[in-house]
């Protein structure tokens, strides 16, 4: 299995509509086939020393094997995705586990 987590800071002239488009766009990555498990969020109301709550939103998918995270990367869904909203990102974070 592999865990691909994106954490995503949106800049702070983003609209609230422009958040709602960025998470349905999101929403639309559940459809890549190679895609098993999927989850969208935003920071809970965790007050911890620990917890990092400044991104925006978290997107979290699990692959099956490396070839599969390998396949989500160049598919249509997610480069539709990264061409119509990257002009968002503020920062952007991925953390990959195996």
């Known amino acids: 299995m592999i865990a691909h987590h994106v954490l995503f800071w949106l800049k702070a002239d983003t609209t609230e509509d422009q958040k709602v488009?960025?998470?349905k766009s999101l929403e639309t990555l559940?459809?890549?086939?190679?895609?098993?498990?999927?989850?969208?969020?935003?920071?809970?109301?965790?007050e911890r020393a620990v917890v990092d709550t400044t991104y925006t939103f978290s997107l979290i998918?699990?692959?099956?094997?490396?070839?599969?995270h390998d396949v989500y990367q160049v598919h249509t869904l997610h480069k539709a995705f990264l061409d119509e909203f990257?002009?968002?990102?503020e920062?952007?974070?991925i953390y990959d586990a195996n």
């Open 21 to 23: 488009a960025f998470r």
């Open 30 to 46: 559940e459809n890549i086939e190679v895609v098993k498990n999927f989850h969208i969020g935003t920071p809970a109301p965790i």
């Open 61 to 68: 998918l699990f692959f099956e094997d490396l070839a599969a």
């Open 86 to 89: 990257k002009v968002f990102f």
């Open 91 to 93: 920062k952007v974070i």
